[in-house]
């Protein structure tokens, strides 16, 4: 018998997470939003960012937006689950929800060494085996420049 | 006249160790003794002590004073002082320290101020992660192996990404250029084990980390500290040294970034906090960035003196790595930067080279590295968005 194999680091949620959390194993992109002014908030806050408001939820938002920076990790991986899998990519995506509305992604489907630039195009995919919001480029046939 | 006069009377230099053989707390104490050694003054003669006692990034396991941070009060117990009139655990970075001190002095709160930095080189690595749950901040960026450097080699990327230029072939010039003035600083890690300076090919071909930023971008850890001594510009005129005069500063706070990108480490806001920092230093000093004549800047990793540069206005947005070339930031170029090495070329210190750099070149004592014109040095801490910035100079403002 093998060792048994690393399992992927999975969020330990909170009250202030567990919503998101929840909507991402059951396949939807749930970002908490505040009722009284509409402004979006990742991560989760106890109060709004803009307004002080506290009457928060969770609202499915469009699954679309931009890589906003990206690299592919080759070493220094600090979790033995990602020592196996390098090179992969890392990517922080800006959701066209809201600017500044930022998540990471693992860019699945992109291939080693071809990695996106800023701006690149990408959708919402689930990753029904762990709950773990991802992102995919979607097929654009220009893509636009950053800035 | 400008409004501070403070000054730098002192500096000190731990043994620099690859790891945790000799306790944390040790080293903090040697540090200090030499830079009160230095200033001609004696452990009963602090009144005021500043430190950040944190390591760069959180690690699983159990934190120790004295061993994986030293905190004001632990140092005080050590050096046998049972109290001083001012202290202060300051958040951020050294930079904030050293001019929360600054102001302690200058405002009377204290006479002889004592700001050090002891950074810790755990086996193994920063930042490792092995749980299978993580909470806090760490549930957004574990999930996706996204560790540190990742988020520095996000700045460079999408820097290439935005300006069409920032090549790594470009930024051989700077971790070079680097590690052939760490050498000649007595006390650097390389300095003192040997080791020759890596050639072009070896920087572009030594193994990439995390794309584009390669083994050699990145600072090495140790184990040590390096101290400081602060006074008021009129007392350092009986002490020791020649006086490393304040001219200006700035430590802002920021504001949260409130995204899931931890310490707001996005490109955008970057230049933006570089912005109000340098708006700040040059405002306070009443200095230019033409009225410098080196600048020691904050390169935890090779990308942020870019940042630096770009920032303070020693060159356009977009044009850092074009400014690197061809000697410019050489001893003898026209802006010499990172002459005493950096934290890439003596080792991992979180800015305390910078600092110690910048004072010993203002106060005419950096030996073989003297520069022929050191009236006025500009040194920065930590990347823009946790930075502070401060100008030392030869004579007061």
């Given at each position: 018998m093998?060792?048994?194999?690393?399992?992927?680091?999975?969020?330990?949620?909170?009250?202030?997470?567990?919503?998101?959390?929840?909507?991402?194993?059951?396949?939807?992109?749930?970002?908490?939003?505040?009722?009284?002014?509409?402004?979006?908030?990742?991560?989760?806050?106890?109060?709004?960012?803009?307004?002080?408001?506290?009457?928060?939820?969770?609202?499915?938002?469009?699954?679309?937006?931009?890589?906003?920076?990206?690299?592919?990790?080759?070493?220094?991986?600090?979790?033995?689950?990602?020592?196996?899998?390098?090179?992969?990519?890392?990517?922080?995506?800006?959701?066209?929800?809201?600017?500044?509305?930022?998540?990471?992604?693992?860019?699945?489907?992109?291939?080693?060494?071809?990695?996106?630039?800023?701006?690149?195009?990408?959708?919402?995919?689930?990753?029904?085996?762990?709950?773990?919001?991802?992102?995919a480029v979607t097929d654009t046939p220009t893509s636009e420049a950053p800035h | 006249m400008g409004r501070h006069h403070a000054a730098v009377v002192g500096v000190g230099q731990s043994r620099l160790l690859r790891f945790d053989d000799v306790p944390l707390g040790v080293l903090a104490v040697e540090a200090t003794q030499a830079a009160l050694a230095d200033a001609g003054l004696a452990t009963g003669d602090l009144d005021g002590i500043a430190c950040i006692p944190r390591q760069p990034f959180d690690d699983e396991g159990s934190q120790r004073d004295g061993e994986h941070f030293v905190s004001t009060h632990l140092l005080l117990r050590l050096l046998s002082i049972e109290s001083t009139r001012w202290g202060a655990n300051v958040d951020i970075m050294l930079g904030h320290s050293l001019i929360e001190a600054v102001n302690a002095v200058e405002a009377g709160a204290c006479s002889h101020a004592l700001v050090f930095r002891a950074l810790h080189s755990p086996r193994g690595g920063y930042g490792r992660v092995t749980s299978l749950e993580v909470s806090g901040e760490r549930q957004f960026t574990a999930p996706y192996g996204r560790f540190p450097p990742a988020d520095f080699a996000q700045l460079w990327s999408r820097y290439q990404d935005v300006y069409s230029a920032g090549s790594r072939d470009q930024m051989a010039a700077l971790v070079l250029q680097s590690r052939v003035n760490g050498l000649r600083t007595p006390g650097g890690y390389w300095t003192v084990r040997g080791g020759a300076t890596p050639t072009r090919e070896e920087y572009l071909s030594t193994r990439m980390v995390s794309t584009p930023l390669g083994l050699l971008d990145?600072?090495?850890?140790?184990?040590?500290?390096?101290?400081?001594?602060?006074?008021?510009?009129?007392?350092?005129?009986?002490?020791?040294?020649?006086?490393?005069?304040?001219?200006?500063?700035?430590?802002?706070?920021?504001?949260?970034?409130?995204?899931?990108?931890?310490?707001?480490?996005?490109?955008?806001?970057?230049?933006?906090?570089?912005?109000?920092?340098?708006e700040h230093v040059w405002h306070d000093s009443g200095l230019r960035p033409g009225d410098v004549s080196a600048a020691n800047l904050y390169d935890g990793f090779s990308f942020i003196p870019i940042l630096w540069l770009e920032a303070l206005g020693f060159c356009a947005r977009g044009e850092g790595f074009d400014f690197i070339q061809d000697g410019r930031i050489a001893p003898t170029g026209a802006l010499p930067v990172n002459t005493g090495g950096g934290n890439l070329g003596v080792g991992r210190l979180h800015g305390a080279n910078q600092i110690a750099e910048s004072v010993l070149q203002v106060s005419g004592r950096a030996g073989e590295r003297q520069l022929y014109r050191a009236e006025a040095v500009i040194a920065t801490v930590g990347p823009p968005a946790r930075g502070a910035a401060i100008v030392f100079g030869s004579s007061p403002g």
């Open positions: 093998g060792a048994p194999q690393p399992g992927r680091p999975l969020p330990a949620a909170d009250d202030l997470t567990r919503p998101h959390w929840d909507a991402a194993r059951a396949g939807r992109l749930e970002v908490q939003r505040c009722h009284d002014c509409g402004l979006y908030a990742h991560p989760p806050t106890p109060c709004c960012h803009r307004c002080l408001g506290t009457d928060l939820g969770f609202e499915v938002v469009s699954g679309r937006g931009t890589v906003y920076s990206v690299t592919e990790t080759w070493s220094g991986a600090r979790h033995p689950y990602f020592a196996e899998r390098v090179p992969y990519p890392v990517a922080i995506i800006e959701l066209d929800d809201q600017p500044g509305l930022l998540m990471y992604s693992n860019l699945p489907g992109t291939a080693a060494g071809e990695l996106p630039r800023a701006g690149a195009v990408v959708h919402f995919v689930g990753d029904e085996a762990d709950g773990i919001p991802d992102f | 990145c600072d090495l850890p140790v184990q040590g500290c390096t101290a400081f001594v602060v006074t008021t510009g009129d007392r350092a005129q009986d002490l020791r040294q020649p006086p490393a005069y304040v001219l200006g500063t700035a430590a802002p706070y920021f504001a949260e970034h409130g995204s899931v990108v931890p310490r707001g480490h996005t490109l955008d806001h970057h230049e933006r906090c570089g912005e109000i920092i340098a």
